[in-house]
């Protein structure tokens, strides 16, 4: 985790490091395929995110711990947090960690996600 602002500028123009950009541009390229929570809620799924580095899953919280409704970064264990703003809420996780969703204990992709949803 960083304090300095430039070295997260510099460390947010990776592209392999999730991020709130890639949030949004994620939400914006699933939109209607069952890949965002809002698509696939009523289908059990609850949102979270997959660490490829170690296989560990952590479900998608607010900073205070309660789950959320779609992805947040703030409910992020701290090992996984890269990057934090003025106000401290994380604005970039650590190298290998990719947003998806859980569904009966199993971890699916954004893509994953839409495909089981276009089939249900």
Do not use: W
Not at 4 to 10: L, V
Not at 56 to 68: E, I, K, M, Q, S
Request: hydrophobic letters at 35%.
């Amino acid at each position: 985790m960083s304090g300095n602002r430039s070295a997260c500028r510099r460390a947010s123009s990776s592209r392999c490091k999730l991020g709130l950009g890639v949030l949004r541009r994620e939400n914006r390229r699933f939109r209607g395929t069952g890949g965002v929570s809002e698509d696939n809620g009523a289908l059990g799924f609850r949102p979270a995110f997959r660490d490829l580095n170690t296989g560990d899953v952590y479900l998608a919280r607010f900073a205070d711990g309660t789950p959320a409704p779609c992805h947040v970064l703030d409910g992020l264990p701290s090992q996984l947090v890269q990057c934090r703003d003025a106000r401290g809420r994380v604005t970039q996780a650590i190298a290998g960690i990719v947003s998806g969703f859980v569904l009966a204990g199993h971890f699916y992709t954004r893509e994953q996600a839409a495909e089981y949803a276009a089939s249900h």
